[in-house]
């Protein structure tokens, strides 16, 4: 069935270093790729989404792109900040639009 | 907007008990989901409803676990009985039909103790 699978955290870094989390995808069809964000003692936002291969979502200075050929979805940012101190989810919502799974998440660290 | 509103924030209960969630998700969005999501993973699927119809209820254990959406638009999940493995945060979300884009609250963690 269809997975998602994030690098494991946690991921400590300092205030501007540039930031990489890995994310693979094993999917039939054409599913939708999403990144969500929960801050400490908040529910899951939306961080960005790309639909269709190629795509690239960008929101905040973070950006993710489609990649089909290799089945990624990688989040970047070029400077964190000690704000971005959240878990990352990877996710994927099927092609029937149905249901999103969800990878394990990725707790990021960010030191000033 | 308002956004998805869940009570209560923190539950604490004995194996063995019952208990009950409760979902009011955004206005005008027809599709409502329940995650349940263990300490260190990612949040999974129990259920799904479109208005107060299921479209998925595949991860959702049966035997302990129930869910209704009276009226298409708040929901309830109950665990009766709760199990320690129950321990977890439960999720609701809503998205509007055909929307790729769910909308979470806040969660309620639950202790079993």
């Known amino acids: 069935g269809d997975s998602v699978t994030q690098m494991e955290g946690p991921v400590t870094l300092s205030e501007e270093a540039f930031l990489t989390i890995n994310c693979t995808y094993t999917a039939t069809g054409y599913p939708s790729l999403f990144w969500y964000v929960q801050y400490p003692g908040e529910g899951l936002q939306l961080l960005l989404k790309a639909t269709k291969a190629d795509d690239k979502g960008s929101n905040k200075g973070f950006e993710a792109t489609y990649r089909k050929e290799t089945t990624s979805f990688h989040l970047e940012k070029g400077s964190v900040q000690v704000s971005d101190s959240a878990v990352y989810f990877c996710a994927l919502k099927d092609g029937g639009g149905f249901k999103t799974i969800f990878g394990a998440g990725t707790r990021l660290f960010v030191k000033a | 907007e308002a956004g998805v509103a869940q009570s209560p924030r923190y539950k604490i209960i004995e194996k063995r008990q019952s208990v009950a969630f409760w979902c009011n998700p955004i206005?005008?969005?027809?599709?409502l989901y329940w995650y349940q999501q263990i300490l260190g993973q990612g949040p999974k699927l129990l259920i799904q409803?479109?208005?107060?119809?299921?479209?998925?209820d595949s991860q959702l254990p049966k035997d302990r676990f129930s869910a209704e959406r009276l009226k298409g638009v708040d929901s309830t999940l109950k665990i009766q009985p709760a199990k320690l493995e129950d321990s977890a945060v439960y999720l609701c979300a809503s998205s509007r039909q055909g929307d790729t884009e769910a909308f979470f609250g806040q969660g309620t963690r639950l202790t079993v103790v």
């Open positions: 206005s005008g969005h027809a599709t």
């Open positions: 409803f479109q208005n107060n119809g299921v479209v998925d």
